[in-house]
């Protein structure tokens, strides 16, 4: 069920995989180059677990790969184009409606900033938000509700306003009931892809059923 938009004071949201995605060449061609300095080959359900989290944490599917998470992540970022990732990354049509999101606003994600910045920037919708964090071991990463707090601390939220989380995966939802956040979880794969149902405060299919007139004001 659709949360009715004037409930909600702030708005939050993830990047990747809720309001944003890439195209397969680029994500493919991102895990042949990490597997190329690992030594290791990735195949295609990996590079897809791995991109979108399905079903569990990375670096738990990591380690369950005999892959070391210490050695992965400088290799991943390392590989990555800030540019070439930004003309891959492409705009959900249902997440159009936030450009009208008349209410305080935040990404809050584990893409990082050298390459969050580049993608709002090549999809003009940088000014859509009124803050923008990227998680790092300094904010933690979600579940932990710092990241999120420290957006609601961005946006000069009061204590007392009523707060939402929006994004795709377990640890969104997660993260927005340990930041006392109601949660939406927008469902881009299936559970049967997932190996689970994954429950928030909301569930929907698209944001066309949170901003079913298509223009996004509140």
Excluded at 7 to 23: A, I, K, R, S
Excluded at 133 to 158: I, M
């Amino acid at each position: 069920m659709a949360p009715p938009v004037d409930d909600y004071d702030v708005w939050l949201f993830d990047l990747d995989g809720t309001l944003v995605d890439t195209e397969w060449s680029y994500t493919r061609s991102v895990f042949d180059q990490v597997g190329d300095r690992l030594g290791v080959e990735f195949t295609d359900q990996h590079a897809e677990r791995l991109w979108h989290g399905i079903g569990g944490t990375r670096d738990h599917y990591l380690r369950a790969w005999g892959i070391d998470p210490e050695a992965f992540w400088p290799a991943f970022h390392a590989v990555e184009d800030p540019m070439a990732r930004a003309e891959a990354t492409y705009l959900y049509e249902d997440a159009r409606p936030l450009g009208g999101l008349d209410a305080p606003t935040g990404v809050v994600t584990h893409c990082q900033s050298f390459l969050t910045d580049p993608v709002l920037d090549h999809l003009d919708i940088a000014d859509w938000f009124d803050v923008v964090v990227s998680c790092t071991d300094d904010t933690g990463w979600k579940p932990d509700p710092q990241p999120l707090r420290v957006a609601l601390g961005g946006l000069d939220a009061q204590p007392d306003a009523a707060g939402v989380y929006a994004g795709d995966a377990v640890s969104d939802v997660g993260a927005a009931k340990n930041a006392s956040l109601d949660a939406v979880h927008v469902e881009r794969h299936s559970p049967g892809k997932r190996g689970h149902c994954v429950l928030g405060d909301h569930r929907v299919s698209s944001f066309a059923d949170v901003f079913p007139s298509g223009d996004g004001d509140a």
